[in-house]
C-alpha cells in the first residue's frame, strides 16, 4: 500500500514570490507521482506527473516538480506565483505495477496567493 | 470532446433516502474511478471499475454504498438509507490505461439534512 503526505495544509503566500508545496509519500514498490489542482467548485486538473526518466518534471501554469527518491518526495514548486494560481494542490500516487492505476491522495496543501 | 460528466452537480437529500450519482466518462476510456472528498478530509478512494467490472471495491464504506458501470461506460454509484455523515463531494474520474492521468469530473456535492 502507498500514503502521501502534504506536511502544510495552508501556504499563503504574496504575489509574485516563490513557492514551494510539500509531498512525501510511502511505497514498498515503484511509484508514478501527480501533482492535481482544484480550482473552487471544480474537480481536480492534472498539472504534472513523474512516470521514469528525468527526475525534474515542468508542468502547465509554470509549475514544476523534483522527484527524489532516496528521500521519497515529490514537492511541487513556482518561482513566481500569481492571484490565479490560489487553489487547493494535491499530490498522488499510484504503484507502477498497479493495474488498476489506483491514485492514492495527499490531504491536499491550500496555496492562497496574496496582492 | 466533452470531459468526464457528472449529474447532478448538486443533490439535498433527507436522511434515510437513497440517491444516485451519475457519471460519464470521457469516451474510449476504460478505467472508471469514484473518490470521496469530504471536508477537511482528502481524497478518499471508493471503487474502481475496469471496463464493467470491479476488482477493486476495497474503499466503499460500507454495504450501503454500490456502484455499477454498463457497457463500460456510464456508472452509477447508489447510496441507500443516506446517513449525515456521507455528506462530501463525490468525484468519478476516467483514465485511457495503466499509468494514465486520470481525468476528474466537477463532482456531485451531497448534503444529507
Known amino acids: 500500500a502507498q500514503s502521501v503526505t502534504q506536511l502544510d495544509s495552508q501556504v499563503p503566500v504574496f504575489e509574485e514570490a516563490p513557492v514551494e508545496l510539500r509531498c512525501n509519500y510511502s511505497s514498498s514498490v515503484s511509484v508514478y507521482l501527480f501533482w492535481y489542482v482544484q480550482y473552487p467548485n471544480q474537480g481536480l486538473q492534472l498539472l504534472l506527473k513523474y512516470l521514469s526518466g528525468s527526475t525534474l518534471v515542468k508542468g502547465i501554469n509554470g509549475f514544476e516538480a523534483e522527484f527524489n527518491k532516496s528521500q521519497t518526495s515529490f514537492h511541487l514548486r513556482k518561482p513566481s506565483v500569481h492571484i490565479s494560481d490560489t487553489a487547493e494542490y494535491f499530490c498522488?500516487?499510484?504503484?507502477?505495477?498497479?493495474?488498476?492505476?489506483?491514485?492514492?491522495f495527499g490531504g491536499g496543501t491550500r496555496l492562497m496567493v496574496k496582492p | 470532446g466533452a470531459g468526464v460528466s457528472q449529474s447532478p452537480s448538486n443533490k439535498v437529500t433527507e436522511k434515510g433516502k437513497d440517491v444516485e450519482l451519475r457519471c460519464d466518462p470521457i469516451?474510449?476510456?476504460?478505467?472508471l474511478y469514484w473518490y470521496r472528498q469530504s471536508l477537511g478530509q482528502g481524497l478518499e478512494f471508493l471503487i474502481y471499475f475496469q471496463g464493467n467490472s470491479a476488482p477493486d471495491k476495497s474503499g466503499l464504506p460500507s454495504d450501503r454504498f454500490s456502484a455499477e458501470r454498463t457497457g463500460g461506460s456510464v456508472s452509477t454509484l447508489t447510496i441507500q438509507r443516506t446517513q449525515q455523515e456521507d455528506s462530501a463531494v463525490y468525484l468519478c474520474?476516467?483514465?485511457?490505461?495503466?499509468?494514465?492521468?486520470?481525468?476528474f469530473g466537477n463532482g456531485t456535492r451531497l448534503t444529507v439534512t
Open positions: 498522488a500516487v499510484s504503484a507502477s505495477n498497479n493495474a488498476g492505476n489506483m491514485l492514492t
Open positions: 474520474a476516467s483514465s485511457l490505461d495503466q499509468g494514465s492521468p486520470l481525468h
Open positions: 469516451s474510449g476510456h476504460t478505467a
